[in-house]
């Protein structure tokens, strides 16, 4: 089991999930979050005066798949969230030692 | 009376005596002789304006009516400024920068029946810059069924009219409140625009619209259609005193932050000029002509957001909707005191200047780092400013009747323009230095007893909290 957390623009969320869905990820949790990167945020202007936004919004979505499933959630992931704009984003994958399903108790990769 | 006894006669005698104490020393003699010797030179000032004789009229039901309307799109204003207001600051601040102006619709409210109206219209201390303590609870104000009319020569009923102006003396400290966000203790705010509505705003109304020192009936004899130098100048220069007295936030100017709500800059701007209608177009007191003051506000504003947004465009690349917002907001500050005095070329015209004027001081404001926060003497003081000039400047003869601007009148036909911006000028030069010194005594005396800043750790916290114990945006689902 691995997790994957990928940080990317807001307007890109339902084209990740709709590709996630298409190659069987059943779950995932999405979050609004404020972030830089190489993009180091965005110079805004208002009366005049620059402000510099450091901190920018991103989107943080977060799934558990099955070891099998990575490489391909990874492709369908960047495939659907690249512009090839500086600020696209990036993936993380992280090991997940456990999992269970609370409603019954399943554990491992059936709880997925 | 002066026989001793706890009664505040004893008290006042006894500052009497000190003073009096005082004059024996030569140099406060010589002090005393001086300021017996102005006095003595205003006494004939004092002597009240000779107004000429005007027709008796019927109140009229459509004027009447017009004057109601008005008094309602006025009323809005407050809100629609509490919103353009609060759409600039930080979110933790919102509802305190709101309250600041919201807050008066009570406080001025119950003021100005109470004794506000008197101080600026009756005529009972006969002086040509204070009204007089007779219609307090506006007694009397509109006979026994309120529908007398106002005065001779004028067919909207007097109740109507306080009505009206009690709209006015409520937006005119709020417009101040843009000065101060973010950093005003809400106990100082609530005693300095008491004292100031009192001190300033009322003799100020009297010395412009009273009959007074300022307008068309008095000495100077300037032109102030709705409210350029009582409402947006004095406003404004009660901003910049303030804002120079208060200091800047603890966060200017290092750290600051963008507005955190421009749809509500939008939402507020835009109930402005839906208010300005009444504000300005109300103000030609008369159904019948006040097409013209309705149309040359709009043009203004309309002339003053294309100003604002095309010079953004060529300067920076991309017209802004918070640039939107202010440059609209310019241009009917600036046709304030012109609206019912001049045609569509001049409203135009006043637009386009206030907006770029207003524009510069803002820039202007921002590269000297001086920390009136909202820009409320950027606009509301330079927008005043340059509309009252251009009042002179620009108005029509035939829109200033000598039975209702007499002195204005005279001036026109003996000097033209000319002269008239002449009146103009002193009308503003007299305004600033009223309003200044009078704000910054106020202030001091805030300052004194009660303080006039919150804490650093309070500004950190934010002043919906800290003065309200409230926050805009639930803190539970943040």
Known sequence: MKQITAMIRPSKVDAVKTALVEIGVIGMTVSEVRGFGQQKGQVERYRGNEYKVDFISKS???????????????????????????????IFVTPVEQAIRIRTGESGDMAL | MAGGGKTPFATFDLVRERVLA?????????????????GAG???????????????????????????????????????LAFFYGGFTRAKNVLNTMMMSFFLMGLIGVLWVVIGYSLSFDLGFNSPFIGGLGQMMLNGVGG???????????????????????MFAIITPALISGALVERINFKA????????????????????WGGGYIGPFGTIGALDFAGGTVVHISAGVAALVSAAIVGPR????DNQRPPHNVPFILLGAGLLWFGWFGFNGASYFAAKGAGLSFLTTTASASAALLTWCMIEWFVDGKPTAVGAATGAVAGLVGITPAAGFVYMGPALVIGAASATACLIAVRIKASIKFDDSLDAFMVHGIGGTVGALLTGLLAAPALVPADYFPKSAEILAKGGNIAMLGAQFQAVVFTYGFVGIATLVILLIVKATVGLRVSEQDEERGLDFVAHGEEAYDPMNG
């Open chain 2, 42 to 80: 205003l006494l004939p000032l004092m002597a009240g304006a000779a107004h000429a004789a005007l027709p008796k009229a019927q109140t009229d039901g459509a004027d009447t009516l017009l004057m109601l309307m008005g008094s309602a799109l006025v009323l809005l204003m407050t809100p629609g």
């Open chain 1, 60 to 90: 943080k979505v977060v799934l558990v798949v099955t070891d099998d499933k990575v490489t391909a959630a990874i492709e369908a992931i960047s495939k659907a969230a690249r512009t090839g704009e500086i600020g696209d984003g990036k």
């Open chain 2, 144 to 166: 026994e069924l309120g529908d007398a009319p106002l005065a001779d020569g004028f067919n909207i009923s007097a109740t109507s009219f306080a009505l009206f102006q009690g």
């Open chain 2, 189 to 208: 705010w609530f005693w300095f625009s008491l004292l100031w509505s009192l001190f300033v705003y009322c003799p100020l109304c009297h010395m412009v």
């Open chain 2, 250 to 253: 603890s966060t200017y100017p």
């Open chain 2, 22 to 38: 005082g004059v024996q020393e030569p140099q406060m003699r010589r002090y005393a002789l001086v300021l017996l010797a102005t």
